[in-house]
């Protein structure tokens, strides 16, 4: 039995962060997917007076199509776990991992999960930061710490694209990874089961904010055009990662199919659900139409009371 019929449906769309024109364009598509569902919805923008907003709509239930900085990182999962509205996404221990690279990669490193070779270096220090100090070579992939939706990512091939790299990305601390040669696949989870994952070919050189969402263009492959036994390592890979940081909604997990095998990279908790969007190629693939991942997404809303910090 559904938990959320014709539900009063709060949907937190736009907010203030760098990613608020994709978190426009999801929370669009959620609000006719579940209006399509029979649900109220109300669209709400949120603003520094978001407890009164959320109060005065007097909602079942939240659903968060905040992307970034205090949609993604933990900060708003906290308020509505206080104010005991059931949302969906990750609770606030596994958005706030999954939003921080380092901490990421450190709960997949205690979980057994493949990572690369990384070095993080402060913001501070970023600008400053030789290249010579690297403990690895050419290439890396530099990144912010905390950003999302490869906002700031570069792939450096030569010494003299580094500083600017370092500086691009010193939005938060760096995080310095060694390049992995491989395919590029995510992994979409939802709830605790693998739904399929996809292969991402970008016409650019690397799979960043303007290969995504631009006019750039890039190719996506469902299934992978990879061996049944290679798929099956790589979402192994991507459900241990999910595990690794606690989820319990719908993740993609971007993995790289390298020369000794997998790498996690990192765990999406909030993916977008734009007409260019991942997770809605791959539930599509098997069978999930948008408007029905949507109201599976719903049923898995939750807050603290019901599932505790750990995994919420």
């Known amino acids: 039995m559904s938990r959320f019929t014709n539900a009063r449906v709060g949907v937190l769309l736009g907010g203030v962060s760098r990613e608020r024109e994709v978190s426009l364009k999801t929370g669009s598509a959620v609000i006719e997917a579940l209006t399509s569902l029979g649900h109220t919805v109300v669209e709400i923008d949120p603003s520094h007076e978001n407890v009164q907003q959320l109060n005065d709509a007097k909602l079942d239930v939240v659903f968060n199509a905040l992307h970034g900085t205090y949609g993604e990182d933990g900060r708003l999962q906290g308020l509505l776990d206080w104010i005991q509205i059931p949302y969906t996404g990750e609770g606030l221990r596994a958005s706030m991992l999954g939003f921080d690279k380092v901490l990421a990669k450190h709960q997949y490193s205690v979980a057994g999960v493949p990572v690369a070779q990384d070095l993080v270096v402060s913001a501070a ?90 006019e750039a263009g890039t190719r996506y492959h ?91």
């Open 125 to 214: 220090d970023a600008e400053a930061f030789d290249i010579s100090e690297l403990p690895f070579e050419l290439p890396v992939v530099v990144k912010p710490v905390a950003e999302g939706s490869s906002v700031g990512v570069t792939i450096v091939q030569t010494p003299e694209l580094f500083a600017q790299a370092m500086t691009d990305a010193a939005v938060s601390d760096v995080l310095v990874e060694q390049f992995v040669e491989g395919p590029e696949l995510s992994v979409v989870i939802l709830g605790d089961r693998v739904l399929g994952s996809v292969e991402i070919e970008p016409v650019r050189d690397f799979y960043d904010y303007e290969a995504k969402y631009g």
């Open 222 to 312: 469902v299934p992978p055009r990879l061996s049944a036994e290679d798929i099956a390592c790589v979402e192994e890979v991507g459900l241990a990662a999910h595990r690794a940081l606690g989820c319990r909604g719908v993740t993609r997990t971007d993995v790289i199919l390298g020369p000794d095998g997998p790498i996690a990279l990192e765990t999406n908790t909030l993916p977008g659900m734009t007409n260019a969007s991942l997770v809605p190629k791959v539930a599509a693939s098997v069978g999930i139409d948008f408007p029905s991942l949507i109201g599976q997404i719903l049923e898995l809303a939750a807050c603290a009371e019901e599932g505790g910090y750990g995994r919420q």
